[in-house]
């Protein structure tokens, strides 16, 4: 549930970005409202040490004594001495505030400029990601500066008005406004904050949660490859600390977009974080963390995004580092990048353990074939064993779109009970209709939902287990073996009227109507021809016939016919990941020919496998697992419904008439 008084905040901000009509475009108005949100943010948390840290910058050189002139640089011994009167990760070097700049209105621009340049390197870098000088300078051309900043500065943010969750929620939901008007694309969505708890939920759950209360000062890192506006991070930190108050968690970072990067690095930055363990960037080709791995990694990344853009150092990754570099496993396809951010993930985990939790789409359920990019990175997964289990979530639970969605849990520590298990949880019909939409989000899930579906998952294995909700399967039934089933091919080969239509087959009109057992006998016939026009009339006179004798290889082998050429998937047998390569190959073939005596040979007695062409797939078909079928109406109770109605429209029709 959103915090007390969020709605508020978010209103008055909204009727701020009224004033930037005529001036801006619609799809701008975050652009400017967002930087100045986090102005007002910084200018509010700052207040109660700013005179201590003007008083220590004139003491230490960095200020003259009129604490307006700039006096030598700061380097980083002073840097750190500011930053630690201010009791924050940035600080400020300007004597003013929004209240003082608002008493010079025609000065305004400049001040505000200063201000933020006054602001420690950390707090600059993030102001200018937003581009501000330029807004800056059309809001004061515009006459509407002096405005805007009057009604920031009556906006109360102070951290106890406004906590940093409160904040958090009041960030996304202007950016899902913002984003909304900005016509971005659906898969650039935001994550509920009752989604993340969940997620931080389930990656708690049962050991992990016991190893961390057992320690009476854990130490435990985060990593969000996709962080956007940092509320999973913030969420996995406040879910280990209510877990352990006397926990140190340190959370990393990084984010594509500048705009989300600076809102996640302003709120982190207030909360004490290293601005360092924030990057912006594309993790997939500039990973900031390079080398480091973390005790929670979870994400919700962009799914259906295509990455065709940035595609060339990630197939090099992949083609020259293998399975030493992040993306041995395969490539999707690359209309979905979705796989390549959860690689990099699985990738960070610790070698001592770890736990990852990620968002998806149904399509990385089961896209692709067998052999695919798709199936082979499922496959990777399972045959580590990583893959814990997946919780389908309500439908219409993301503010900008309403497809289903599923928390995949993984981990690289599985127990001893959950060795070669997937649980499944079925959580669709356990979302909340809300009250007021919020764009496509029109599900939530409560607290008691969420402590529900956490439950369910715990004690999925257990004697306990909701066999309605809850379904636990070995891992090999997600897998099977695609073999090809090959039949004989049966042809002859005739001479007909288009066959001899074309130059220079034309010269042997009189064989029209021949027909020939064989290839050779055929272009016996026909040795004037070369050997390229001879196959090219070969192949025209040829004919399937089932009736005609079967075509061999020269070591007397069938050839197969293509048309005649099917796929079947054969489920491979339990315990198959725990055998060695030639163990498998063994299996591989033995089930086959065994599916191919039972079941294909009734129908297709000559039928038989080319096992050079088998291919083992990985799917997932979630949705199927909870299928319960529900028999028809009787045709009875359907014949008297339709009667009844009937009836009545003809009694309608006499009423009508009367």
């Given at each position: 549930?959103?915090?007390?008084?969020?709605?508020?905040?978010?209103?008055?901000?909204?009727?701020?970005?009224?004033?930037?009509?005529?001036?801006?475009?619609?799809?701008?108005?975050?652009?400017?409202?967002?930087?100045?949100?986090?102005?007002?943010?910084?200018?509010?948390?700052?207040?109660?040490?700013?005179?201590?840290?003007?008083?220590?910058?004139?003491?230490?050189?960095?200020?003259?004594?009129?604490?307006?002139?700039?006096?030598?640089?700061?380097?980083?011994?002073?840097?750190?001495?500011?930053?630690?009167?201010?009791?924050?990760?940035?600080?400020?070097?300007?004597?003013?505030?929004?209240?003082?700049?608002?008493?010079?209105?025609?000065?305004?621009?400049?001040?505000?400029?200063?201000?933020?340049?006054?602001?420690?390197?950390?707090?600059?870098?993030?102001?200018?990601?937003?581009?501000?000088?330029?807004?800056?300078?059309?809001?004061?051309?515009?006459?509407?500066?002096?405005?805007?900043?009057?009604?920031?500065?009556?906006?109360?943010?102070?951290?106890?008005?406004?906590?940093?969750?409160?904040?958090?929620y009041?960030?996304?939901?202007?950016?899902?406004?913002?984003?909304?008007?900005?016509?971005?694309t659906?898969?650039?969505?935001?994550?509920?904050?009752?989604?993340?708890?969940?997620?931080?939920?389930?990656?708690?759950?049962?050991?992990?949660?016991?190893?961390?209360?057992?320690?009476?000062?854990?130490?435990?890192?985060v990593?969000?490859?996709?962080?956007?506006?940092?509320?999973?991070?913030?969420?996995?930190l406040?879910?280990?600390?209510?877990?352990?108050?006397?926990?140190?968690?340190?959370?990393?970072?990084?984010?594509?977009?500048?705009?989300?990067?600076?809102?996640?690095?302003?709120?982190?930055?207030?909360?004490?974080?290293?601005?360092?363990?924030?990057?912006?960037g594309n993790?997939?080709?500039?990973?900031?963390?390079?080398?480091?791995?973390?005790?929670?990694?979870?994400?919700?990344?962009?799914?259906?995004?295509?990455?065709?853009?940035?595609?060339?150092?990630?197939?090099?990754?992949?083609?020259?580092?293998?399975?030493?570099?992040?993306?041995?496993?395969?490539?999707?396809?690359?209309?979905d990048?979705?796989?390549?951010?959860?690689?990099?993930?699985?990738?960070?985990?610790k070698?001592?353990?770890?736990?990852?939790?990620?968002?998806?789409?149904?399509?990385?359920?089961?896209?692709?074939?067998?052999?695919?990019?798709?199936?082979?990175?499922?496959?990777?997964?399972?045959?580590?064993?990583?893959?814990?289990?997946?919780?389908?979530?309500?439908?219409?639970?993301?503010?900008?779109?309403?497809?289903?969605?599923?928390?995949?849990?993984?981990?690289?520590?599985?127990?001893?009970?959950?060795?070669?298990?997937?649980?499944?949880?079925?959580?669709?019909?356990?979302?909340?209709?809300?009250?007021?939409?919020?764009?496509?989000?029109?599900?939530?899930?409560?607290?008691?939902?969420?402590?529900?579906?956490?439950?369910?998952y715990?004690?999925?294995?257990?004697?306990?287990?909701?066999?309605?909700?809850?379904?636990?399967?070995?891992?090999?039934?997600f897998?099977?073996?695609?073999?090809?089933?090959?039949?004989?091919l049966?042809?002859?080969?005739?001479?007909?009227?288009?066959?001899?239509?074309?130059?220079?087959?034309?010269?042997?009109a009189?064989?029209?109507?021949?027909?020939?057992?064989?290839?050779?006998?055929?272009l016996?016939?026909?040795?004037?021809?070369?050997?390229?026009?001879?196959?090219?009339f070969?192949?025209?006179?040829?004919?399937?016939?089932?009736?005609?004798?079967?075509?061999?290889?020269?070591?007397?082998?069938?050839?197969p016919?293509?048309?005649?050429?099917?796929?079947?998937?054969?489920?491979?047998?339990?315990?198959?990941?725990?055998?060695?390569?030639?163990?498998?190959?063994?299996?591989?073939?033995?089930?086959?020919?065994?599916?191919?005596?039972?079941?294909?040979?009734?129908?297709?007695?000559?039928?038989?496998?080319?096992?050079?062409?088998?291919?083992?797939?990985?799917?997932?078909?979630?949705?199927?697992?909870?299928?319960?079928?529900?028999?028809?109406?009787?045709?009875?109770?359907?014949?008297?419904?339709i009667?009844?109605?009937?009836?009545?429209?003809?009694?309608?029709?006499?009423?009508?008439?009367?």
């Amino acid at each position: 549930m959103a915090p007390v008084g969020f709605s508020d905040k978010v209103t008055f901000v909204w009727r701020v970005a009224d004033k930037l009509r005529g001036t801006f475009k619609p799809h701008e108005y975050g652009s400017v409202m967002l930087p100045l949100l986090v102005l007002r943010r910084m200018d509010a948390v700052l207040a109660p040490t700013r005179e201590a840290v003007l008083d220590q910058a004139v003491a230490l050189g960095v200020l003259k004594g009129d604490r307006k002139t700039l006096g030598k640089s700061v380097d980083e011994g002073v840097d750190l001495m500011l930053k630690r009167t201010a009791g924050q990760r940035f600080y400020s070097l300007s004597p003013l505030t929004f209240t003082a700049m608002l008493q010079n209105d025609k000065e305004l621009a400049e001040q505000l400029a200063s201000y933020i340049r006054r602001l420690s390197k950390d707090a600059y870098v993030v102001m200018e990601a937003y581009n501000v000088d330029d807004k800056i300078a059309r809001m004061d051309r515009a006459g509407i500066l002096y405005g805007v900043l009057a009604d920031f500065a009556d906006l109360d943010l102070r951290p106890n008005a406004v906590s940093n969750e409160t904040m958090g929620y009041i960030f996304e939901e202007l950016l899902r406004k913002f984003s909304e008007m900005s016509n971005e694309t659906a898969g650039e969505h935001y994550t509920p904050r009752e989604v993340i708890d969940l997620m931080v939920a389930l990656l708690l759950h049962g050991e992990t949660s016991a190893e961390l209360t057992k320690n009476p000062k854990p130490v435990r890192t985060v990593y969000d490859p996709a962080a956007g506006t940092g509320g999973m991070l913030t969420g996995a930190l406040h879910g280990i600390t209510a877990a352990n108050d006397g926990a140190t968690v340190k959370v990393y970072g990084q984010e594509l977009n500048d705009e989300t990067w600076a809102i996640a690095q302003s709120d982190l930055m207030m909360q004490d974080t290293d601005p360092k363990q924030m990057a912006s960037g594309n993790s997939l080709t500039q990973d900031a963390f390079q080398g480091q791995h973390f005790d929670f990694i979870l994400a919700n990344p962009p799914y259906g995004v295509d990455w065709k853009s940035y595609a060339q150092p990630i197939k090099d990754e992949h083609e020259k580092q293998g399975f030493h570099g992040r993306f041995g496993a395969g490539l999707p396809r690359v209309s979905d990048g979705s796989f390549l951010f959860l690689q990099h993930m699985l990738a960070k985990m610790k070698p001592s353990g770890s736990r990852v939790g990620i968002v998806l789409s149904g399509s990385p359920l089961f896209s692709g074939a067998a052999g695919s990019g798709e199936s082979e990175i499922r496959r990777w997964i399972l045959e580590n064993d990583w893959l814990e289990g997946i919780v389908a979530l309500p439908d219409q639970m993301f503010y900008n779109t309403g497809i289903s969605t599923y928390v995949w849990i993984l981990t690289n520590k599985t127990g001893e009970d959950d060795a070669g298990l997937v649980r499944l949880v079925d959580a669709r019909e356990m979302g909340t209709k809300m009250r007021k939409s919020l764009g496509d989000k029109r599900k939530e899930l409560t607290h008691d939902a969420i402590t529900r579906i956490t439950q369910l998952y715990g004690d999925a294995i257990g004697e306990d287990a909701d066999e309605l909700k809850v379904k636990v399967l070995c891992r090999e039934e997600f897998c099977f073996q695609q073999i090809t089933v090959e039949r004989p091919l049966h042809r002859r080969w005739e001479v007909t009227p288009e066959a001899i239509a074309i130059e220079p087959f034309d010269a042997y009109a009189h064989l029209v109507g021949q027909r020939f057992a064989t290839e050779r006998a055929l272009l016996t016939e026909v040795s004037e021809l070369k050997p390229a026009q001879r196959r090219t009339f070969a192949k025209a006179c040829a004919i399937t016939d089932p009736e005609s004798p079967i075509i061999t290889k020269k070591a007397g082998k069938p050839e197969p016919d293509p048309e005649l050429r099917d796929q079947e998937n054969v489920p491979l047998p339990k315990g198959f990941f725990d055998l060695d390569d030639a163990e498998r190959d063994d299996v591989l073939r033995k089930s086959a020919e065994t599916h191919l005596t039972s079941e294909v040979h009734p129908y297709v007695p000559d039928a038989w496998i080319d096992h050079a062409k088998t291919k083992v797939g990985v799917e997932i078909p979630f949705t199927s697992q909870f299928y319960v079928y529900e028999p028809p109406r009787p045709v009875e109770e359907i014949a008297n419904e339709i009667k009844e109605l009937e009836s009545q429209i003809q009694n309608w029709m006499k009423d009508l008439l009367s």
